[in-house]
């Protein structure tokens, strides 16, 4: 935990702006006769690390054209580089495009990009191979993406796809219909989005694997809306091209009625490989949900957290300390992010900063706790846990052990009352429990499904509670859960249920669906909180997703 820091009253970030205010203002270089360099490009990083937080400009023209060029760059605290581009004459520059980006050979192709007319994903596949920066982002080419995929010598991935999808539109109508299918182990998501860019498609990319499915949408080659279930917009798609296996088919024409996408492609390609990179990096040093993180040095002043940190890749740092200060050790990953629920785009970049900087260690087991003498010993008496099960067997499904449906209802209708007391929230799960034979889905037997929800009920907290929902589905209620934890909680049942087979099914051959709404995220009527957990649920089944949060619907 941090120290008290005397400094705290007056944080370096607060002389920040009187600095640049008081300064020099922006820092304007000789104006370049062709276009920048790389090393122009490096130089101006270089000097915008210098410039407490002014802007640094690079003006340059082209032999032949008449317009004029800038591009500038600024370093905001506890944030990558922000790269603006500008066009125009002597009377004026507008604004093309501005990025925040710490890959210079990036930023230099889509300057170039701007200058030439080329598209900005040809000149990356022509000129950008694989390099790790200081910060441990890994930049990729993507003509390196596509081609890794190729065991043999033959034309490029990316034009491959051009000609099939030119093919298909030659014989199709202008309506929805499946115009390319493929693997994710062949072919990455990577490729497959450098190839709709510039084939300019517009439609939706449905995607299905070991973690459920998931969609984006794409209008003229650009994403527009992508969705896990329980993600959406940016970090979906960041996690998505993480995905190294899978089914992936384009239904043309297709329009999402939502935007949530906000970066650009090019820039969500380099994140997505990036946290792919780190994930990696993570796994190998024995990271998963069961495992247990240390603070190396527990008596860290806060300022000295801060110094840490800053040798690392750069991440929101306010996100950084809360993750920080709830490591104790005796927490595992699971337990971690339930508090804490962080998408994976989130919280990846950040393990990977504690661990690249050396202020957590790993640990398979949690530290044995120090036994505490009570200096006052109250009375006690032992329960009869007999009794109480004999209590509890009659409101309980004999097939299944689990309770019956109007208990569901009643622990809502208690869970609700204890938040209009202390306002915690929680949130409800609704699930089904189906098996895959052959090409179909079938209900699970229910001598499969006590073995199942034994499974369950083994892994949640003695405060959660599990009981049927309906006819054929379940419903797991979690006091003191956000509806981002409760996917959390999902994952890891999905994980158990998956992990190993169950008596009589084949471990791949479970299928399950989750819908999860949670209190006040959504609703604070009873019967809105179950309605809105089972729409979800429809949903995920629908559209073939493991998890949907209801408030992703909306």
């Known amino acids: 935990m941090f120290k008290p820091n005397s400094n705290r009253a007056q944080p370096p970030s607060a002389n920040k702006p009187q600095e640049s205010a008081t300064g020099g203002g922006p820092a304007r270089l000789p104006r370049l006769w062709n276009e920048p360099s790389l090393e122009d490009i490096q130089n101006m990083l270089a000097r915008a690390k210098k410039n407490n937080g002014n802007m640094v400009e690079q003006p340059f023209s082209i032999t032949g054209q008449d317009s004029l060029f800038q591009v500038s760059v600024i370093l905001p605290e506890d944030s990558d580089p922000i790269w603006k581009f500008e066009r125009g004459t002597l009377a004026g520059l507008s604004e093309v495009w501005s990025l925040p980006s710490i890959d210079v050979q990036l930023i230099q192709n889509l300057v170039i990009s701007e200058c030439t007319g080329q598209q900005s994903v040809d000149l990356i596949s022509a000129t950008s191979g694989m390099s790790r920066s200081s910060t441990g982002n890994l930049s990729l080419g993507l003509a390196e993406?596509?081609?890794?995929?190729?065991?043999?010598?033959?034309?490029?991935?990316?034009?491959?796809?051009?000609?099939?999808?030119?093919?298909?539109?030659?014989?199709?109508?202008?309506?929805?219909?499946?115009?390319?299918?493929?693997?994710?182990?062949?072919?990455q998501l990577a490729a497959v989005l450098q190839s709709l860019a510039l084939t300019k498609v517009t439609g939706r990319l449905e995607l299905s694997g070991a973690n459920g499915g998931a969609e984006i949408y794409v209008v003229e080659g650009s994403p527009t809306h992508a969705t896990t279930g329980d993600t959406v917009g940016d970090n979906a798609l960041i996690e998505l091209l993480a995905w190294q296996s899978g089914k992936f088919r384009l239904m043309e024409n297709e329009r999402a009625t939502a935007t949530t996408i906000k970066k650009r492609l090019e820039s969500l390609l380099m994140e997505g490989v990036a946290l792919l990179d780190q994930h990696n990096f993570l796994k190998s040093l024995g990271l998963n949900l069961d495992t247990y993180l240390v603070q190396a040095y527990p008596n860290l002043s806060?300022?000295?957290?801060?110094?840490?940190?800053?040798?690392?890749?750069?991440?929101?740092?306010?996100?950084?300390?809360?993750?920080?200060?709830?490591?104790?050790?005796?927490?595992?990953?699971?337990?971690?992010?339930?508090?804490?629920?962080?998408?994976?785009a989130e919280w990846v970049p950040l393990l990977f900063n504690l661990t690249q900087v050396g202020l957590i260690t790993l640990a398979t087991e949690p530290p044995q706790q120090a036994k505490v003498v009570e200096t006052r010993v109250a009375p006690d008496v032992k329960l009869d846990e007999t009794g109480i099960q004999a209590a509890l067997r009659p409101m309980q499904r004999a097939e299944t052990e689990v309770f019956t449906y109007p208990l569901l209802q009643y622990f809502v209708k208690q869970e609700l009352a204890r938040f209009e007391v202390d306002?915690?929230?929680?949130?409800?799960?609704?699930?089904?429990?189906?098996?895959?034979?052959?090409?179909?889905?079938?209900?699970?037997?229910?001598?499969?499904?006590?073995?199942?929800?034994?499974?369950?009920?083994?892994?949640?907290?003695?405060?959660?509670?599990i009981g049927h929902y309906e006819t054929l589905d379940y419903g797991l209620i979690?006091?003191?859960?956000?509806?981002?934890?409760?996917?959390?909680v999902a994952q890891r049942v999905a994980e158990k249920l998956k992990s190993t087979p169950l008596p009589g099914v084949g471990a791949q051959s479970v299928n399950v669906a989750f819908g999860i709404a949670a209190v006040p995220q959504d609703t604070k009527s009873p019967g809105g909180l179950m309605l809105a957990a089972a729409e979800a649920k429809k949903n995920a089944r629908k559209n073939n997703l493991m998890i949907v949060e209801y408030k992703t619907m909306t």
């Open 423 to 465: 306002s915690k929230p929680f949130a409800l799960i609704v699930f089904d429990l189906y098996m895959q034979k052959e090409n179909n889905l079938v209900p699970m037997p229910l001598s499969m499904v006590k073995s199942a929800l034994q499974r369950v009920r083994e892994m949640i907290r003695d405060i959660d509670t």
């Open 145 to 187: 993406v596509a081609e890794a995929q190729a065991e043999t010598p033959k034309p490029s991935a990316t034009s491959e796809m051009q000609k099939l999808l030119a093919d298909q539109k030659e014989v199709k109508p202008k309506s929805s219909s499946v115009s390319l299918e493929g693997d994710l182990e062949k072919l």
């Open 302 to 344: 806060e300022m000295q957290f801060e110094q840490t940190v800053r040798r690392g890749p750069q991440v929101n740092m306010q996100t950084l300390k809360d993750l920080y200060l709830e490591i104790d050790g005796y927490t595992s990953l699971y337990d971690l992010l339930r508090r804490l629920p962080l998408a994976k």
């Open 478 to 488: 979690l006091p003191q859960t956000t509806g981002r934890s409760a996917t959390i």
